[in-house]
């Protein structure tokens, strides 16, 4: 190895298991590390024991002490995920989204932060699933409850929990959906074990499947893109050309719709056809200009975290309207989960910088390598400037012995770029000693 970053780059090719052993033989020889280990779990357990605590004596949702608790049970739940924590975190996790969804069917608050904060809870629930997956059937069970026992919250999408699931928990899913199916009759049940098997053939890529039930419904344009969507997506061009060309000439034999809905009616297709800020922004004007947002604004989400799945540019147009709304957890969250591009994750963790100084650090480490990678004056200077921020962000975070290891390794694998150097030198960060060659023993 011949640096710091080789070492690493080696350590994220192994497994899970061989990191364990080969920490804890370490650990039995190293007593110092041993104890900082240690001390580190026993930090989470008290993380942990507390965020318990509080939810013990959260007590209704109208007020604001309530508030102030589920908000930091959540925000411990976001910062151990965000670490790497070793801990299980999914019984907490799962704990806070039962109890805010029952405290949202008491308060009646179905839209307001109540039911911000209950979706915030499922997406760390299903990241602690996915980080320390729990019996995959109780967890179906408890998915199945929600969709058709449940008040009809929290939304929970199969993608999101497919990987903690695994074959087992799916199957179970799927085999109480085809019971609900064969039935027969309508009603909530049905439109709930519809959708349902509609995500199932999502997750399971069973794109034969999905072509075939989207195609069983009433025939409407949006229905039509999301087959092109699908078709896309498998690489099966041909036949998503032929269904766009089906949609255009739908569209055009679609009756007119009623006079005060027509430019919502229009507006909402162009978003549906191309999901981004600026056609959000035009359909939101047109929807609360005839007092029809309400109606739109889910879905509109909803289709804007499945242009996310597709890809970063998806990502990024869901970043920034959620910033547009001001929602900037929500941003930072969605930001993270479906990988939006350096530049808005760059933007996203100045904004989070002074109150979340954590979640920035890795933001100004990726932002730092790919400027020296462009290996230019310019990008150098810029690079120590990121690297000044860095060191205070890491000192806010209580974390300066991580910044000096950083700057050890990223200097080591940088040495022989002098004008780097230079800049660093000149930004006033000092350098650290370079390291004695150890002894070598027989």
Known sequence: MNSPADLRVYLRTLDVETLVELLCGQAARDPELRQSLELRATTQGKDVAEAHRLLDTAVGGGNVDYGAKIGAVLDTLQRLLDA????????LARRTVDDISETVEQSGDHSGELADRLERAVDLYARACAARPPDPERLAEWILEVEFDGPGWPAIELADFASALGEKGLRHIKSTVDAVLAEGGTGPRREIAERLQEELAEVLGDVDGLVALLSAKPPRVEVSLKIVRVLRAAGRHSEAIAHAARALTLDKTEPEPEPEDETVSLRRKEFDAEPNRH??????????????WSVHHRAAMSRLREAAREGQQGADELTHVLLAEDRFDDAWRACVRFGASLEVRAELAELRADE???????????????????KDPQSYREAARQLRKLRTLHRRAGSTDEFTEYLGGLVETHRRKTRLIAEVRAARIALPKPRAPQPVTS
Do not use: F, K, N
């Open 279 to 292: 056609t959000y922004a035009a359909l939101q004007a047109a929807a609360v200009a005839a007092g029809r």
């Open 356 to 374: 979340h100084p954590a979640d920035a650090i890795p933001v100004y480490r990726g932002r730092i390598e790919d400027l020296i990678e462009r």
């Open 84 to 91: 790497g924590s070793s801990a299980d975190l999914a019984p």
